[in-house]
């Protein structure tokens, strides 16, 4: 600017050279505009800042702080905080993952992302490993660790001279699964939280028990199996000398982050060996976490004295829940936030319960686009305001503000499928469900999608009963899903089941096409009448919107072994020739049937990967390598009346 001035200056100013001066002036006034486009531009080599440079500008960084908890265990934090003399709010995320800013020598920017978009509204972001992972002292056990941790944790930040005393809670997957069964220790700096993708932190509602995702129908699911191997570490590693200062870790951090690294294998393949329980052993992980769960059953006292929540627990924290119609445990889920609507004895807190459910995978929230492909369907354009409404929810919590939240934001707010919109209810399932009942029938052939089977609002008049044949060692193999942390072995969301409806060991039951579109929106229960000759098998079943053209795609499934048929505190075994009935844990979905449309059920005895193979012998299952084939079968009649009830709103 400067040298621009100047050069105006040395323009020469007698009359005669006028127009010189004009034209000079001109010039330089078109100079100066073309280099503030530049400079904007950054063709002068100016470039947008980094985060870290963004993130200085507004913040405090505190990092590789030591908070100590009540055993001497110090865990490694992150503090980012306004640079203000006023107290802040805090958002606090803790995770057994890694959130070091360094990694193989460059920086990483997702948690200077995150505590960026919480500076710049007014908050301290505050991050925090599990005790035993990375820098953070002690021994890591999945959500084994004390939930003291927790309660510490809260109790330390809100003495902060820079705190306001509020506390919110934040985290998807992993980091949300904790903050159940800690908010139900109801510690009073503890404001609010936002549980996103929890399920592997319910233990027990109700009568689902799937002990942090670990079991479904007392079925091991093997995303656990899978996960272990990437994220548990040896406890061998670098010591770092008593003593060492905050500069001293931080300095290391820069160049050794603790993060090992298994190497990749194909998880496909992985998951195949038997006995499960030396899965991992077979690929060279890490196994004594592993080890001990592997033989835990369903109602193990030991699922009981960790960190799982369970509904003994009262939770007393107003909360913003968000689920995924193709996550892991979607039933479970939207169950927890009744149970808590419905239970709470806290009105504040019963009347302070809200819910979004996408149509994504696991914690895929923020990624739904425009045209939202999961798995082989679009949903169209999924996308939804998540900041504002979270920012809106801490603004109400953390800092007392009076906003519209609650005028705004629907108590549910839950995609619906086929139709591609969001919708609203103030509660779960919508007012205007109602339950409609279709019952299986068939003339005894309803294998594979060529056979017979039927879904129809009537009873059978008699029973021609379903049969086929399950061999552990070749069984159906999943395509698709509600799934996640299964590395290659499983792809979720849906897809065209059509290919797998050729295998004469899945029978399939399908209405007529729909006269006019049908909305199902909420829980689907399934009743099956069963008889087998062995022991013990397994039953899945599996619904789904099948189009005009053929086109089959998967919305929900479950399974259920039939030692638990009768709860999971015992193991009741069958005999040979005997009908029992079996209900099944309840699907949940919304979708849009159009016009044209039908709405089919398929039913097996295996989908696997997504859960172990049950060996049909009775014996323990995870300790087994050789199974026998069973000879399983559905029977449908007035005595028998096998079934699915769906949730039709009007």
Sequence with gaps: MKNIRYARLMVPSPPCFGFLQIAFAKTIQNSFLLFTILAITGLFGQEEPSISEKLKEIAIIDQKVMMPMRDGIRLATDIYRPKTDEKVPIIFSRTPYNFN???????????????????????AYVVQNERGRYFSEGEWDILGVPLTDGYDAFSWMKEQSWSNGK???????????????????????????????FGAGVGRVGDLMEQGNWYRGGVEQLLFF?????????VFKPRIPEGSTQEDLIRISRFYDLAPENPPIDMSEALKHLPIQDILRNINGKKEIFDKMVRRKPNHPDWFSGGLY?????IGTPSFWFASWYDVSITPNLALFNHVRHTAKDPEVRDNQYLVIAPTLHCRFTRATENTIVGERSVGDARLNYDEQIYGWWDLWLKGQRNDFKERTPRVQYFTMGRNIWQSAEQWPPKDVKMTTFYLNSGGNANTLNGDGILTKKKPKQDNPDSFIYDPMNPVTSHGGNVCCTGNAVEGGAFDQQVMEERDDILVYTTNALKEGVEVTGF?????????????????????????DGRAYNLDETIQRARFREGYDKEVFMEKGTVYKIVLTPMATSNYFEKGHRIRIEISSSNFPRFARNLNTGGNNYDESKGII???????????????RIPIRK
């Design 101 to 123: 800013s360094w990694g193989d020598g460059k920086e990483q920017t997702r948690t200077k992302e995150r505590a960026y978009k919480a500076v710049k509204r007014g908050y």
């Design 167 to 197: 506390i919110g809670t934040l985290g998807c997957s992993s980091t949300a699964e904790w903050q159940m069964a800690v908010a139900a220790l109801d510690h009073p700096a503890h404001a609010a939280m936002v549980p996103q993708a």
């Design 226 to 234: 899978a996960w272990l191997y990437g994220v548990e570490h040896d």
């Design 310 to 314: 369970h509904d003994n627990m009262e």
């Design 524 to 548: 689907i229960e399934s009743t099956l009448f069963v008889s087998s000759d062995v022991k013990d098998t397994d039953f899945t079943i599996k619904l789904i919107d099948v189009y005009p």
């Design 630 to 644: 069973a000879h399983n079968t559905i029977h449908h009649s007035k005595q028998y009346p096998s079934q699915i």
